[in-house]
C-alpha cells in the first residue's frame, strides 16, 4: 500500500503558450475577480474554495496527517497549518480571519481548546468529531481530463471564466510519496489587486490561485493562496507569525502602499522565512532586467537618461529604488496629487523618504507636462492614463513601460504608433511583456535549493542581471527586450542567482 508523506499545490490546467497564459493569469483574470466582487457565491464558482478546507492544529505534522486523510479518502483539498498560540482567542483571530481562502475549516485536532467557542465565519468550522466530513464541509472536487483550450468561445474574459467555472478555479492538491516541503505563502488583503483596486480578499482569489499556477508551471514550487479578511497591517503581521511555522517562505501580493511596507519590513524583522513582497521587488527585477536591454538598444545609459513614472505606490517605489542602485540619478515619479517632492504636503512616509533621491529640482507640475524630454516612461498607475501627445512629447528613442494591469496606462500599439521607440506592457498578449511570472518562481526555486532565509538587495540586482543577459545580443531587438514568460531558461537562470 502506497504511503504518503506530502502534498504539494499543483495546477489544474497546464500553460505552455501565451494564450493559456492570458486566460490563466492576467488579463484574463480579472473576469472572474470582477464577478466575485459583484455576488461573493461566485467564489464556489470561479475557484477552488468549494473544495478547499485549512486544518489547523499546535503540530504541523499532526495537520499534514490529517490533510493527508481528507485528500486521500474524500478527495478534499487540504492545507495544513500549525498555530504558534493555544490561546482560544488567537485560534479564533486566525480561523476567522483566513475565511475567504477555503469553503471550511478543521479545528478538530484542537477540540478541547475551542469546544464551547463561536465562530463568525460564514463556512463550516468543524470543532470535534463528525461522522460524515464530506457532508458536513460541503466539499466539491472538480476537474478537467482531456482539456483543450481551442474548445473555449468568446473574447478572453469570457474564456477565462469558463475555464475556471469547468475546473473549479485552477489549482488543487496532490499527495506525494516524497517528504513533505511546506509551500509558500501567498498572502494578501486584496486592497489592491491588479489594476482593479481595493476588491478585498476573496475578490483577489483569482489571482492568488493564477500566482500558485504559475509558482508550479514555471518553477515546480508548491505555492497556496492565503487570503485575509483584515486589511490592518499590524492584524495582517500577526497572522503570518502566528502561522509561520507552516510555510518554507511567504510571497505578499497585491497589498497596497504604505501598509505594505510596514507588513513586509516586520515581518523580515521577526521571521525566521524569507519574505518576498512580489509587487516591489518581483516588480522591480523585471523592470531593471528590461530596461537594461531597452537601454543598450536605444544606445543609452542609465545614468543619463531622465526618467518619469506614473504611480508611486509599493511596486513604483521599489523599482525606483532599485533602478537608484543600478545608477540611475534623475527621476521624478508622479501619483494622484502630481509630483512627489521633498517636503510635499500630502506625502506618506514612504513618498518622504524616495524624495530624498528623487526629483531633486523639485518639479511641481502635472505627469503631461513631466513627461516632455522624459526618455524613460514606467507607468504602475492605472489605466488610459497616458495620451499619444505625451509620447511625441518624448525624447528622441522613448522607451515606454505601461505596467498597469489588467488595462495599461498606455497600449503598447499606441505607444508605438506615436514614436516610442521601445513599449512594454504586463500584457501575456503583447510583445515585451514585463510580468513578475519572470522572476518569482525562480526565485523562491532558488531559496529553497539554497535554504535561503533572507533575501537581499544583491540578490535582487543579481536576478535583474542574470534575466537581461538571457536575450543574447543577436536576439535583442525592440520586440524582444526580455525572454518570454514561458521560457523555461528562466526560472533556472534566475534560481542560480539567488545566493
Avoid at 491588479?194 to 499556477?213: F, R
Avoid at 505607444?415 to 519572470?438: P, V
Wanted: with cysteine; hydrophobic share 45%.
Amino acid at each position: 500500500m502506497v504511503k504518503y508523506r506530502g502534498i504539494q499545490v499543483v495546477s489544474k490546467v497546464k500553460v505552455e503558450n501565451k494564450e493559456a497564459l492570458a486566460l490563466v493569469y492576467t488579463p484574463g483574470v480579472a473576469a472572474s475577480c470582477l464577478e466575485i466582487k459583484k455576488d461573493s457565491q461566485n467564489s464556489y464558482k470561479y475557484t477552488n474554495r468549494e473544495n478547499s478546507v485549512a486544518v489547523i492544529s499546535f503540530d504541523y505534522n499532526k495537520s499534514l496527517e490529517r490533510a493527508i486523510f481528507l485528500k486521500s479518502v474524500l478527495s478534499i483539498d487540504a492545507y495544513p497549518f500549525e498555530i504558534a498560540s493555544k490561546d482560544a482567542e488567537k485560534i479564533k483571530f486566525v480561523a476567522e480571519n483566513i475565511v475567504p481562502a477555503f469553503g471550511a475549516i478543521d479545528l478538530s485536532l484542537i477540540k478541547d481548546y475551542i469546544r464551547d467557542m463561536e465562530f463568525n465565519a460564514e463556512i463550516p468550522v468543524l470543532k470535534g468529531e463528525c461522522e460524515n466530513l464530506k457532508e458536513f464541509f460541503l466539499c466539491v472536487s472538480k476537474n478537467i481530463f482531456m482539456f483543450e483550450y481551442d474548445k473555449l468561445t468568446g473574447n478572453n474574459n469570457e474564456k477565462s471564466l469558463q475555464l475556471r467555472e469547468m475546473a473549479g478555479g485552477v489549482t488543487e492538491t496532490v499527495l506525494t510519496e516524497e517528504e513533505h516541503i511546506k509551500p509558500i505563502g501567498i498572502v494578501t488583503d486584496g486592497s489592491a489587486v491588479l489594476g482593479l483596486g481595493n476588491i478585498g480578499s476573496l475578490a483577489g482569489l483569482p489571482v492568488m490561485e493564477g500566482k500558485a499556477v504559475l509558482f508550479w508551471e514555471l518553477g515546480e514550487v508548491s505555492a497556496m493562496p492565503l487570503c485575509l479578511k483584515t486589511q490592518n497591517p499590524d492584524e495582517i503581521t500577526e497572522i503570518v507569525l502566528l502561522l509561520e511555522n507552516s510555510f518554507s517562505g511567504i510571497n505578499l501580493e497585491d497589498i497596497k502602499a504604505p501598509e505594505c511596507f510596514k507588513i513586509e519590513n516586520n515581518l523580515i524583522e521577526r521571521a525566521n522565512i524569507p519574505i518576498f513582497h512580489d509587487d516591489q521587488h518581483g516588480t522591480a527585477i523585471v523592470v531593471l532586467g528590461a530596461l537594461l536591454n531597452a537601454l543598450h538598444l536605444a544606445g543609452k545609459k542609465i545614468d543619463e537618461v531622465k526618467i518619469v513614472f506614473s504611480g508611486a505606490g509599493a511596486a513604483a517605489i521599489a523599482v525606483c529604488k532599485l533602478l537608484l542602485s543600478a545608477s540611475a540619478k534623475d527621476i521624478i515619479m508622479f501619483d494622484i496629487e502630481g509630483a512627489v517632492y521633498k517636503g510635499r504636503e500630502n506625502n506618506n512616509f514612504a513618498l518622504e523618504e524616495i524624495s530624498n533621491y528623487t526629483n531633486l529640482n523639485k518639479f511641481k507640475g502635472s505627469l503631461k507636462e513631466g513627461i516632455k524630454g522624459a526618455d524613460v516612461f514606467i507607468g504602475l498607475s492605472a489605466a488610459n492614463l497616458v495620451t499619444g501627445d505625451m509620447i511625441k512629447s518624448m525624447n528622441s528613442k522613448a522607451i515606454v513601460f505601461s505596467l498597469a494591469n489588467p488595462v495599461p496606462e498606455i497600449m503598447p500599439d499606441k505607444a508605438k504608433e506615436y514614436g516610442a521607440f521601445i513599449s512594454a506592457s504586463g500584457r501575456s498578449d503583447f510583445s515585451n511583456q514585463i510580468n513578475n511570472s519572470l522572476v518569482f518562481p525562480g526565485l523562491f526555486k532558488g531559496v529553497l535549493k539554497n535554504k535561503i532565509k533572507k533575501i537581499t538587495s544583491e540578490m535582487k540586482i543579481n536576478c535583474a542581471f542574470a534575466l537581461a543577459s538571457i536575450v543574447k545580443d543577436e536576439e535583442l531587438n525592440t520586440e524582444y527586450i526580455l525572454p518570454d514568460a514561458l521560457d523555461t531558461r528562466v526560472p533556472e537562470v534566475i534560481s542560480e542567482n539567488v545566493i
